[in-house]
């Protein structure tokens, strides 16, 4: 049976994008609730200006109160030496996220720094996140599509793979930041990327805003990613990305390989009960389906 490892983004980037702030002790509760219904990586925070990002200037005080887990990997988004140092100093970080840019103008409107800058700034983060004894992951953003100057060449991308992967990374992820991507360019860019940096995993990170977000989970898992991105409730996009919306979410992402006997180790009753009190704290429906959806087989719920 094939088996996916999933990493729950709705802490960070879930929240990040949201105008309405969320309070430290409820992100607390979805970092808890994650953990219950059984994910073991979480992205916890974004180590980034707190003016620019004002969903995460509680980043430190989240980390403060994370609970107590030996099983469990917190991953802290950090954009350059500082977030990684910001990261690193809460003591409670297993995990640095790295960020390069497969577009110059997206780079320049997320980081202030060009596609080049972005990598270098990786393996400033990658040495950081080795002296303090830390493992790092790097995500090579807008990899399917850029908001500012359209398509993105594969080539570029799987090459800034292949450089990212020398640096002792322990994945390197591919996110369709803006959601353009499709079902045969993933699978395409995907294949290419696993050849280009085996033996290490490839993460992808899908954004549902044209609705393929799903298809593109499922088309990636064939041509060999082995770890999954998602956020509760569908939430999230991208503060410097306009018209990004939501991730894929957590619990149709977990419904679609569990019926298909893709083992994920999550529990989809508790993800739809998480779902249901998240609706609760943000104050509307969330996107994500599953949880809208009355539970199949019956006697599941």
């Known amino acids: 049976m094939t088996a996916i490892e999933f990493v729950e983004v709705g802490p960070r980037d879930g929240l990040q994008n949201e105008a309405r702030l969320v309070a430290t002790a409820d992100k607390l509760q979805l970092i808890t609730r994650a953990l219950d219904y059984g994910v073991r990586r979480i992205e ?3 180590f980034v200006n707190p003016k620019k990002v004002p969903q ?57 720094q060009t596609r080049a800058g972005s990598i ?89 805003t044209r609705g393929t977000g799903l298809a593109n989970v499922w088309a990636a898992i064939g041509a060999g990613a082995s770890v999954v991105d998602g956020s509760l409730g569908g939430l999230g996009g991208c503060p410097f990305a306009p018209g990004a919306a939501g991730n894929v979410a957590s619990e149709d992402v977990i419904y679609m390989l569990e019926r298909a006997a893709i083992e994920t180790g999550l529990k989809l009753e508790a993800m739809i009960a998480a779902n249901h009190w998240l609706a609760g704290v943000m104050g509307r429906k969330l996107p994500g389906m599953a949880a809208q959806a009355p539970p199949f087989p019956a006697e599941a719920g």
């Open 56 to 112: 995460m200037a509680d980043s430190d005080a989240v980390c403060a109160a994370l609970p107590e887990r030996d099983d469990a990997t917190y991953i802290g988004l950090v954009l350059n030496t500082r977030g990684a140092e910001r990261a690193l100093a809460t003591g409670r970080i297993d995990q640095l996220g790295a960020v390069a840019v497969a577009s110059d103008a997206f780079a320049m409107a997320n980081q202030g």
């Open 120 to 208: 270098a700034a990786v393996r400033e983060i990658a040495a950081l996140a080795r002296s303090a004894g830390k493992t790092v992951q790097a995500t090579i953003a807008v990899a399917f599509g850029c908001p500012f100057s359209g398509e993105v060449d594969p080539g570029h991308v799987v090459e800034m793979a292949r450089e990212l992967a020398e640096l002792g990374l322990a994945e390197v992820a591919l996110a369709d930041t803006i959601g353009v991507a499709d079902p045969a360019r993933v699978a395409l860019l995907v294949a290419q990327v696993k050849a280009a940096v085996a033996p290490l995993p490839v993460r992808v990170h899908f954004h549902n």
């Open 44 to 46: 916890v925070a974004s």
